[in-house]
């Protein structure tokens, strides 16, 4: 299987060396379910676009530091393809950033969350059965990082997960689109060095917070990735 990476932002180069671009990100969480899955990386923000789709067996959006609503030429370009992709019955996940996005281009609303900044792990409630039922409970735990968040659904779309800081955690629609608002990719260090960053953005409490959960909750990030690898076989 290949798989295309639409890459929306970059790491910080302080931290590349450690934790790598968001597309290794993806690589490792994702080999250590199919260590034979092949990669292709386009880089958004700069302006790289795939030309064709043939032999991409499905496309990853990644998180960003943007927000969708920004008024960003790259941003309107990357709706466009979504629908293009959409249209041609191709097969997109899509993570925090890449969530909000696809939201937005097939018609949903995203906005600054007033619930403020959610960081660390956060508890996702399930509803999709043909993914817990892999034995492990309708509950998963995953990363989060956002302060914008998905207020609408497109229509004919399927929220599959939410808790009480994010009513529209996940989407599904059809057997061509899947989406979550967590990231699978990151691991704690990673998020541990972006709440500190940002701390005097999220603030003192919601950082505190967060960092007690990435020792009392077990992040889920490989579980997330045979999810998206199960839908994007299927």
């Given at each position: 299987?290949?798989?295309g990476?639409?890459?929306?932002?970059?790491?910080?180069p302080?931290?590349?060396?450690?934790?790598?671009?968001?597309?290794?990100?993806?690589?490792?969480v994702?080999?250590?379910?199919?260590?034979?899955?092949?990669?292709?990386?386009?880089?958004?923000e700069?302006?790289?676009?795939?030309?064709?789709?043939?032999?991409?067996?499905?496309?990853i959006?990644?998180?960003s530091k943007?927000?969708?609503?920004?008024?960003?030429p790259?941003i309107?370009?990357?709706?466009?393809?979504?629908?293009?992709?959409?249209?041609?019955r191709?097969k997109v996940?899509?993570?925090?950033?890449?969530h909000?996005?696809?939201?937005?281009?097939?018609?949903?609303?995203?906005?600054?969350?007033?619930?403020?900044w959610?960081?660390?792990v956060?508890?996702?409630?399930?509803?999709d059965?043909?993914?817990?039922d892999d034995?492990e409970?309708?509950?998963?735990?995953?990363?989060a990082?956002?302060?914008d968040?998905?207020?609408?659904a497109?229509?004919?779309?399927?929220?599959i997960?939410?808790?009480e800081h994010?009513?529209?955690a996940?989407?599904?629609i059809?057997?061509?689109?899947?989406t979550?608002?967590?990231?699978?990719?990151?691991?704690?260090?990673?998020?541990?060095?972006?709440m500190?960053?940002?701390?005097?953005?999220?603030?003192?409490?919601?950082?505190?917070?967060?960092?007690?959960?990435?020792?009392?909750?077990?992040h889920q990030?490989e579980?997330?990735?045979?999810?998206?690898?199960?839908?994007?076989?299927?």
């Amino acid at each position: 299987m290949k798989i295309g990476i639409l890459k929306t932002d970059a790491v910080r180069p302080e931290w590349t060396p450690v934790f790598g671009e968001y597309p290794d990100m993806f690589e490792r969480v994702l080999k250590l379910v199919d260590p034979n899955l092949e990669f292709e990386i386009w880089d958004i923000e700069e302006g790289e676009f795939p030309t064709t789709t043939d032999g991409i067996d499905g496309f990853i959006i990644t998180g960003s530091k943007s927000s969708v609503y920004d008024d960003k030429p790259w941003i309107r370009s990357l709706e466009a393809l979504v629908r293009e992709l959409y249209e041609a019955r191709k097969k997109v996940i899509g993570i925090c950033f890449g969530h909000q996005l696809i939201a937005q281009a097939l018609g949903g609303l995203v906005d600054k969350s007033p619930k403020g900044w959610g960081v660390g792990v956060h508890s996702y409630t399930v509803s999709d059965t043909s993914l817990t039922d892999d034995g492990e409970g309708e509950v998963v735990h995953l990363l989060a990082s956002h302060q914008d968040q998905v207020m609408t659904a497109p229509a004919g779309a399927e929220v599959i997960a939410r808790n009480e800081h994010c009513e529209i955690a996940g989407l599904k629609i059809g057997e061509q689109i899947l989406t979550f608002q967590g990231h699978p990719e990151f691991i704690p260090e990673f998020s541990r060095e972006i709440m500190t960053f940002r701390r005097p953005m999220i603030g003192d409490d919601r950082v505190q917070a967060g960092m007690a959960s990435l020792d009392a909750i077990e992040h889920q990030g490989e579980r997330v990735a045979r999810w998206i690898l199960d839908f994007l076989r299927a």
